[in-house]
């Protein structure tokens, strides 16, 4: 199973002055237990796609098609495919708006139609997973948080939800290096125990080399590069062309086989740069 998008192209404020083309033909798949990662530079079309993942967006041409549903129909099926992804948008602490956290947590869970006992357990497994202590945090204003609170609350509201596929819009913009830490490892906990299917929408290389499985780039509106992370990493053009940096560890990679050192570039998380690095050391006696 998976999301697939077959054709996709959109149009903002269409037959207007001020008519931009967002996504021009764009076909791809985000396989289910996967963790998917889709950069581009900012106007390359990535919110704009995710937004056709559950149907906030109808393409203006092409399908989506949700575990080979077609989200696009009326039918209770494209329904029930539809919730099966969850979307954290960028900044979601800014659609933080019931009074207590609690209820702001329930409000998917309620429109879905779960019984009071069902809400009540998701709030507090979404509560549990994020690390806000319910019986602490459960009555509090959401506007009585930290920032980086907020956005513990605001994430779990998807996940009390429990989409199959969790897509996330730049999830650590704004923290700092812990609180991206944290946030990610949490993730990445969700996707191991429970087997969700991530979609990670970034411009930072250096995460998207150390979880993803797959990579697309954007550029555009349209699909420069999709693979694995190996084979899109050898694009080093392309992905400079689409305005993005390569990660940390390619670059010094290439700095030292510049400098003389015989090794292979192509590794791209620090694992295995280090073990490449030592090796290309080894061989040249330097180690």
């Known amino acids: 199973m998976s999301i697939q998008l077959k054709n996709i192209s959109y149009t903002y404020m269409a037959k207007t002055p001020y008519e931009h083309l967002a996504l021009d033909d764009v076909s791809l798949t985000i396989p289910e237990g996967k963790i998917t990662a889709i950069a581009g530079h900012t106007g390359s079309g990535k919110s704009t796609l995710i937004q056709h993942f559950n149907g906030l967006l109808k393409p203006d041409s092409g399908t989506v098609l949700v575990d080979d549903v077609d989200i696009g129909t009326k039918s209770t099926a494209?329904?029930?495919?539809?919730?099966?992804?969850?979307?954290?948008?960028?900044?979601?602490?800014?659609?933080?708006?019931?009074?207590?956290?609690?209820?702001?947590?329930a409000f998917g869970p309620k429109n879905m139609g779960c019984?009071?006992?069902?809400?009540?357990?998701?709030?507090?497994y979404a509560m549990e997973f994020v690390n806000l202590d319910y019986d602490k945090y459960a009555e509090r204003s959401p506007f009585q948080l930290s920032g980086g609170q907020k956005r513990r609350a605001a994430i779990a509201g998807i996940l009390a939800l429990k989409p199959k596929y969790l897509v996330l819009d730049e999830p650590t913009a704004g923290l700092d290096p812990s609180g991206r830490q944290y946030l990610m490892?949490?993730?990445?906990?969700?996707?191991?125990?429970?087997?969700?299917?991530i979609v990670l929408i970034s411009h930072n290389m250096d995460n998207i080399a150390s979880y993803a499985d797959n990579v697309v780039i954007l550029s555009k509106g349209k699909v420069l590069l999709q693979d694995t992370p190996e084979e899109v990493f050898r694009n080093e053009e392309a992905i400079k062309a689409a305005g993005l940096d390569l990660p940390e560890i390619k670059v010094i990679l290439n700095e030292l086989v510049s400098a003389g050192l015989d090794i292979d570039n192509r590794s791209y998380t620090m694992n295995k740069a280090v073990a490449e690095i030592l090796e290309g050391l080894r061989r040249q006696g330097r180690c």
């Open 78 to 105: 494209a329904k029930q495919a539809r919730r099966k992804v969850g979307v954290a948008f960028q900044y979601p602490e800014y659609q933080l708006f019931e009074e207590t956290i609690a209820l702001d947590i």
């Open 115 to 124: 019984t009071p006992e069902e809400i009540q357990d998701r709030v507090k």
């Open 185 to 197: 490892e949490r993730f990445m906990r969700l996707h191991r125990e429970e087997g969700t299917t």
